[in-house]
């Protein structure tokens, strides 16, 4: 066991917790602050994947373009789905039955339109890497993890520090006297979905460049990433980022020292080890 | 009612015995088949009904279980040649272990709610499928399962597969059916609609979910013992897929989770809609219909079909169970004095301290309450007084100090256990069950404080006619007004036959005929020897009614003693009207 091989799977640990984060972060805050359990999070992150690769191996369009398209199109999707949710009023568990079912929907959908094979988008970028000593760090992750902690930081201030996010935090903890403070809790919740949909989009568009797609890829995700909304704390931007990077990393090292094929474990043994230990945040 | 009833008990059996007579018949295997899967998603429904849906602890993981059951048998029968017979008991025992394992270190974690049960079930899935298949128990390859020798009991082995799927359904039907008619069931309904006061109420919480956690993935192993022999060939991506959880929440939602024929009626449905829509290969397309279905079914029938259904057949003649009151011996009165003030310490709160975080709600609070007494504890806002209702009925932990009940130490116990005590309380908001009937919410009272002579339905039945709800016995609560709402939450606290009950604003936003009416019961209740404490901010009950009274302020305990000296102590003043009004 070396120190460059410990060092190389420390860094593509961090890099692979940016994506994780990047997940987390749009689930950890429609279940903290709307308490709506979005199990179709991650077949829309994948959805915006497919579409990007779609966009990009039919029509040629650079990726970037395909996230621009992909942004607003995830937002009126977020928005189309909570105006569902508020006008058959579904609760917690129930949000997670119907997204549960929306999964399987749009993991059809897919499959029907891209086949169920696995699919690779290669671009002149895709193999990229900045060298660092005898380390190499691929280029497209950083960029992903830069968005990451740019939307993780750019979130926490929103809700923090600006009067928009105090109010959503304060129509989350008690809808009807926000209301009675002038708050529109409404027009609120409706934003946040739409930006919560928006995230998976970007969080799509990166899961493209980088991995390989196979609509089956979509439940392999949902384990990890509510290990890591769960560690991070709900409605905690930072904290989903930084439970991201926790398990990113114990997971590559697990790769690298053990096992590949052991690594689903950890994030699983580190959200029961939690539960056992009970933190405060959680 | 009657009359369905008879019928009922003619046709099941009839049912029954045709159902099993049919490998018999020479029917196509084909047909055997296909009733074995509805057989084997009947079972599978039912048995994750069993926890889920009494208790509201929605499993994701039911795969985990029924994988487990596969792999045990595919394990021991295909590999080392095990009989198959024998493996079905111990693929429900390998399942079952596997639930009281997770449910030992979920359950026990109060904070935890119900969506972290559903997520951590179903990470378990995943953690069991990669140790399945990175061990040598599958190895990535799959176990085949196709020479294994099966018992003859029909002519066939389709015939065979369909009577043990035949036999595996009738007991998880069987079974769901006497938990619901239990105390389990009973208990596992009460955790459902408010498991906080269930625990107050006497119901043994984490036991009762442990059980029907137990038993729910007894049964979901069994079926995967025998899905194992029907499919010849398993494999971890197969196994343990989400399918199995989306079906299965799915049909018991569909049929209704709260009724224990919902979930197989759900099945059924399910099933043949299925075969229906699937005619040819379009395995994906059924998948998407079932998901589409979902999506419907809860937006539109939360409650599920079942239900619906029963009401439909027993519309006529279900008797109210409240009627048939007429004469009854409503408390024995002993003269009011003679109950007064034994001079036994009945309870004693020995420098009782709570703090949440930073914020110290009782800081060493000393009482003793004698028997017999009726202690009314008053206050400020914020003084305390809860908490402190909060730390006798077990509600809170401790920080420090200790408690008493009849010189045996209570503190620290689970509230269950202090209920069984005698303890009894009512909450400020009533907090009742409201899933279950008036009627029910008092039974359940009576039945688990453990205190019973008669009864709990006598008992239920008793109580309700003392606080003149009897005519809404029937109803749930959420159909009574804040007034009777109440009340209910006093008779449920009067049903556990307590000897001593903790009344946490009773009267407020009470009228005053309605606090007269209280007031007067309360009395009542002190005649048959209960020993009473109770918060209040009204002072013209608490001079009526209080034979001591207990000021708490910021956490302290101010003065104690009769009522109007105490009420006249320059301290007191100064307490709830600012200093200036003491001088």
Partial sequence: MSFTLLAQSTIGGVLLGGIYGLLALGLSLSWGLLRLVNLSHFALAFLAAYVGYGLGTRFGWPIWMSGLAILPAFFLIGIALHAVFVRFKVGEFASMLVTFGLTVLIESFIQWVWSADYLKYETGYTQDTLRLGSLYIPLLELVAFGFAVALALGAWLGLNRTMLGKALRAAAQDGPVAAAFGINAAGLSYLLAGLCAASAGVAGVFIALTSTLAPSQIEAWIGVIFAVVIIGGLANPLGALAAGVLVGVSEAVTMALVNPAWAPLVAFSILIALLLWKPRWL | MALIEKSARVALPAAMLLLVLLPFTGIADFYLSYLYVVCFWAALATSWGILSGYTGYWSFGHAAFFGAGVYTTATLCGKFGVP?????????????????????????????????????????????????????????????????????????????????????????????????????????????????????????????????????????????????????????????????????????????????????????????????????????????VVALLLIVVILTIPQGIAPRLLRLFSRRGAEPQGTGVQQLRLVDTKSDEAAIVGGKVILECRAVAKSFGGIRALRGVDLRVNEGEILALVGPNGSGKSTLINMISGHFRLTAGRIELDGAVISGLPPHEIARCGVARTYQIPRLFDNMTVFENVRLCAGFSGAGKETPDDAARRWLAFIGLSEKADLLPPALNLHQRKFLEFARALAAQPRLLLLDEVLCGLTPPEVDQAVAMIRKIRAGGTTIIFVEHLMRAVVALADRIAVLDQGTLLALGPPRETMQDPRVISAYLGTPHAA
């Fill in chain 2, 84 to 288: 198959f017979l024998l493996t079905v008991p111990l693929a429900a025992a390998v399942a079952a272990l596997l639930a009281v394992v997770i449910g030992l270190v979920v359950f026990r974690n109060k904070g935890l709610r119900g969506e972290f049960f559903a997520l951590l079930t179903l990470s378990v899935t995943f953690v069991l499928a990669a140790i399945i298949s990175n061990t040598s128990i599958d190895g990535g390859a799959g176990i085949y399962l196709s020479k294994v020798a099966l018992p003859q009991i029909a002519p066939s082995v389709s015939g065979s597969i369909y009577l043990m799927g035949l036999l595996l359904a009738a007991t998880a039907l069987l079974v769901s059916r006497q938990i619901l008619r239990s105390r389990l069931g009973e208990g596992l309904l009460a955790i459902h609609d408010d498991e906080d006061v269930a625990e107050v109420k006497g119901v043994p919480a984490l036991r009762y979910k442990l059980i029907a956690f137990a038993v729910s993935s007894a049964i979901a192993g069994a079926a995967g013992s025998i899905q194992a022999v029907y499919v010849g060939y398993v494999t971890v991506g197969e196994t343990f897929s989400v399918t199995v959880p989306l079906y299965v929440v799915l049909m018991s939602i569909l049929g209704g989770a709260r009724h224990w024929a919902g979930p197989a009626i759900g099945a059924t449905l399910i099933t043949v809609a299925q075969s229906l829509v699937v005619g040819g290969g379009h395995a994906e397309l059924g998948r998407a």
